[in-house]
């Protein structure tokens, strides 16, 4: 395994990891690891599909709907044979 050292960690951010990790009965290291490996796999719950996404995103408008767009009739392929 890999150890990486983080500088410049601002004291509020560090006493509130400490207060953090004591509430969850782990250790400093313990706790950023786990925040670390949640924010890392959070996004590999959720399949990145657009139409998800968007539904997502826009939950909080309740009851918006999208107009539904009229399709029209798939085309014949061209084929360039004589």
Known sequence: MNNITIFNLDDDIKYRLQKRAEKHGRSLE?????????????????????AN???????????FELPEIPREPIRTVSTFEE
């Open 30 to 50: 313990e706790e950023a690891r786990e925040i670390i490996r949640m924010a890392l796999t959070e996004n590999q719950e959720h399949s990145l599909n657009l």
């Open 53 to 63: 996404i968007l539904e997502e995103r826009f939950a909080n408008l309740e009851n």
